[in-house]
């Protein structure tokens, strides 16, 4: 707004697609992918994640990988889900590596979050192949009890 309080019309001001991307799409595809999270639409937070992913400010997004990564993990797709956080945690990283002190805090903040998250994902995998070796045992057993009925 000028002095008087009227719009003004912006004078062929052209906003990169860049800018764009990283300053609305993502944050707002990122949130959706929250939102989505908390209310258990598991396979949603993950197409948002997806799809911020696709735009060049998405692929190198901490958020992105991580809420993907913990929708898979949620959704049991355990090994894709391991490349997700791991991919968060290497871009986390380099944030450590490379950011101001302000920024270090945060990304310190970020690595532990994404830490415990593998630490679920890495007892839910544990779990599985339990689970998986007693129904195989379980399986074993039925069909040699069976066997000798007949």
Do not use: W
């Not at 300053?23 to 937070?45: D, H, Q, R, S, Y």
């Not at 310190?108 to 679920?120: A, F, G, N, Q, T």
């Amino acid at each position: 707004k000028n002095n008087n309080g009227d719009a003004e019309e912006e004078s062929n001001h052209i906003v990169p697609t860049a800018v764009i991307e990283e300053e609305i799409k993502l944050p707002v595809l990122l949130n959706l992918a929250l939102c989505a999270l908390k209310l258990g639409m598991l396979t949603k937070a993950e197409k948002f994640c997806n799809f911020a992913m696709e735009m060049e400010a998405g692929k190198c997004s901490v958020k992105a990988n991580f809420r993907r990564g913990r929708a898979r993990m949620l959704l049991g797709h355990y090994v894709s889900a391991e490349l997700d956080l791991v991919r968060a945690l290497e871009l986390n990283d380099e944030i450590i590596a490379t950011s101001k002190e302000y920024d270090k805090k945060e990304a310190h903040s970020e690595r532990e979050v994404i830490l415990r998250e593998m630490d679920k994902l890495n007892k839910l995998i544990t779990q599985a192949e339990k689970n998986k070796a007693a129904q195989k045992k379980a399986m074993e057993s039925l069909f040699q009890s069976s066997s000798k009925v007949t």
